[in-house]
């Protein structure tokens, strides 16, 4: 089967409401009656009111929700202002965040040593207190011996070699990789993404690429329709920025939307005529010729940020 058009999610969604809606109404019938003929004829009524209001509620929710969603989002309007301000606030934490970060060694082993060694200490205790209790439990024996290993191979730092040996892929000895790591703006918004002027890390220090290879650079919003007890509960934004090679290969990374501009703006200071923001006719030179993308003739868009979004079909 194919994918789902957007027009198929929003009506799904508004069948699935308008149903539990009608369901509640009419079940707010029936309880009214049941509570009126046992306890009293208000007692009835209150009943069904409750039911009546959750029912009416969900038969209006996706009109309800259609109004909170343009309150925000358009401009001039005293919501889409309050979250530009919000916005900007967390922008500001997201780059403190990003430009003063941990050296790459404490990245990669003394936060795993720092976890396994408090995880070894409180697991270690409870078998102290147990065996001073008189009580031995074979299962928090072996769990403290897995623990234990689990620290030993942290002491000898795992992941930090992973990284280090992706850097001398590059020629990049050790003390290189921990200054250019020192440089790097490195976002937590979301996945792990570390830009630099010679490379970036794409979900995890050691996934490294250099940035000469990044081509395009474009974020993309999906809509992420939610369920609860098979009932409609609203629609979420997910943001994620793909960087594009000139091999074809695509790195589709989730991101706050707040993180998008900065690393946007990183990306053309580190990698300078790399095409930033979506336009269909890029999509498709991309596709035809990733190679040839770079110097190939295109017209570049106006906003960096643009960015690829759903659209709605005949029927949304």
């Not at 046992?38 to 929700?65: H, N, P, R, Y």
């Not at 003063?100 to 200490?121: A, D, V, W, Y």
């Not at 997910?238 to 990306?267: R, T, W």
Request: hydrophobic letters at 45%; charged letters at 20%; glycine letters at 8%.
């Amino acid at each position: 089967m194919g994918r789902k058009s957007v027009g198929e999610y929003e009506n799904e969604s508004r069948k699935s409401v308008v149903t539990a809606g009608i369901v509640f109404i009419v079940f707010g019938v029936l309880m009214g009656f049941a509570v009126g003929f046992s306890t009293g004829a208000v007692s009835g009524v209150i009943a069904f009111v409750i039911f009546a209001a959750v029912g009416v509620f969900l038969l209006c929710f996706k009109d309800i929700e259609k109004k909170i969603r343009e309150r925000n989002d358009t401009p001039g309007t005293e919501g889409y202002a309050n979250k530009q301000t919000a916005m900007d606030v967390r922008r500001k934490q997201i780059y403190e965040k990003a430009v003063h970060h941990s050296s790459l060694r404490s990245e990669t082993s003394m936060k795993i040593i720092g976890i396994s060694g408090i995880i070894l200490g409180a697991v270690a205790v409870c078998n102290i207190v147990m065996f001073v209790s008189g009580s031995v439990s074979v299962l928090m024996l072996v769990l403290l011996a897995l623990v234990a290993v689990m620290f030993v191979l942290s002491l000898f730092g795992k992941d930090y070699k992973r990284t280090i040996a992706a850097f001398a892929r590059y020629g990049v000895d050790e003390k290189q990789a921990a200054e250019i790591y020192k440089n790097m703006h490195v976002y937590k918004a979301g996945d792990m993404i570390a830009v630099g002027d010679r490379f970036l890390m794409p979900g995890s220090t050691a996934d490294i690429i250099p940035v000469k290879r990044i081509v395009w650079v474009f974020p993309k919003l999906k809509w992420i329709y939610n369920y609860t007890n098979g009932i409609y509960s609203g629609r979420t934004n997910e943001y994620s920025i793909l960087f594009c090679q000139s091999n074809g290969d695509i790195h589709d990374m989730k991101v706050d939307e707040a993180a998008i501009p900065l690393i946007i703006e990183d990306m053309r200071k580190c990698r300078p005529g790399v095409v930033c923001g979506y336009d269909e006719k890029l999509s498709q030179l991309y596709n035809s010729d990733p190679r040839g993308f770079e110097e190939a003739e295109k017209a570049v868009p106006q906003d960096p940020c643009a960015m690829l979004m759903p659209s709605f079909d005949s029927r949304g």
